[in-house]
């Protein structure tokens, strides 16, 4: 197992957010204190923040440990994440993360593994795991074949026959950049403007599913303030090779598909109803860059959970 201990300071969160355009109010250093009955007590770390610290500190345990030229040779060219958030992490706290030592499995596909856990102050923030396999994890039933020309549809609305929200963004290297240094992982490691390399990490693109979120919720008239959603879990799978042959304004097509809540889908070990979306990445031809589920629920019902058990 390694182990290492990093700070985040509020201008990483600062830099994260405004790179991924996330105008959550959890993570506003004047606008937290508007969020009814915030238990935080201050700004907290974005949650695709510490996913991209897992990125990049797998990436450094992968060529560590050699493990690239498996990836490589047996085409395991998807990377997944699967991530619960269990705790908030604050900025100007010490955290330390653990990656355990690599699984690799054969049946029924050849799977290299790893167990991830963030902590801090004696509380856990998150445990998880990442993992490489020839075919995604998560969302595989979906396909995209049967859309519309998406460049036509209109930005923010439901595409036509379907119950996904649109929303499109364009990549830019700088905002990669600087999320990637919000995340406290090496920019330079991605990007080297002078030898014209521009390697994409795989959770930034991922990270803009979360404002596209932000955006439906807004034109929903969702109350931020009076009804603030917290992530309780994000399951991510990236298509390494679409994601390699990205570069600077490149168009990508995010897809969201909120589904209905239901009993049958609560928060673990409580009767919290989770409000679950699909997200997928499109880029052309409708291939898809990032499949993800995110799963949320309202911090009011959480607390109001908590203070029963008291």
């Not at 105008?23 to 969020?35: E, G, R, S, V």
């Not at 364009?170 to 390697?199: C, M, P, R, T, W």
């Not at 309202?298 to 029963?308: D, M, T």
């Amino acid at each position: 197992m390694t182990s290492k201990t990093f700070i985040f300071e509020q201008i990483h969160i600062e830099v994260a957010r405004n790179a991924s355009d996330d105008f959550n109010l959890f993570h506003d250093k004047h606008k937290w204190l508007q969020i009814s009955h915030n238990p935080f007590k201050g700004p907290i770390v974005l949650g695709y923040q510490l996913n991209t610290l897992i990125e990049y500190q797998m990436r450094l345990y992968r060529e560590a440990h050699h493990e690239n030229q498996i990836i490589s040779e047996n085409n395991l060219r998807y990377s997944n994440y699967q991530i619960t958030f269990v705790n908030a992490l604050k900025p100007a706290i010490p955290f330390t993360l653990d990656i355990k030592k690599t699984l690799i499995k054969t049946i029924p596909h050849l799977t290299l593994g790893n167990r991830v856990s963030i902590k801090s102050e004696g509380k856990t923030i998150l445990l998880g795991f990442k993992k490489e396999t020839q075919v995604p994890l998560f969302l595989t039933e979906a396909l995209f074949n049967k859309l519309p020309n998406l460049n036509v549809i209109r930005d923010k609305t439901i595409i036509p026959g379907t119950d996904y929200f649109l929303k499109r963004k364009f990549l830019h290297n700088g905002n990669v950049k600087n999320f990637l240094s919000g995340s406290l992982a090496e920019q330079s490691d991605y990007f080297d403007e002078l030898a014209h390399i521009a390697n994409y990490p795989d959770i930034f693109p991922c990270s803009l599913a979360s404002g596209a979120l932000l955006e439906k919720a807004q034109l929903e008239n969702h109350d931020f303030k009076r009804n603030p959603m917290v992530y309780t879990s994000h399951e991510i799978s990236v298509d390494r090779h679409h994601l390699s042959a990205l570069k600077n304004d490149d168009k990508l097509y995010i897809l969201v598909k909120q589904h209905p809540e239901s009993s049958s889908n609560t928060l673990n070990q409580t009767n919290i109803m989770l409000r679950t979306y699909d997200c997928f990445g499109l880029l052309h031809n409708h291939e898809v860059l990032f499949r993800v589920r995110m799963n949320l629920v309202p911090l009011e019902e959480i607390l109001k959970n908590l203070a029963e058990k008291v």
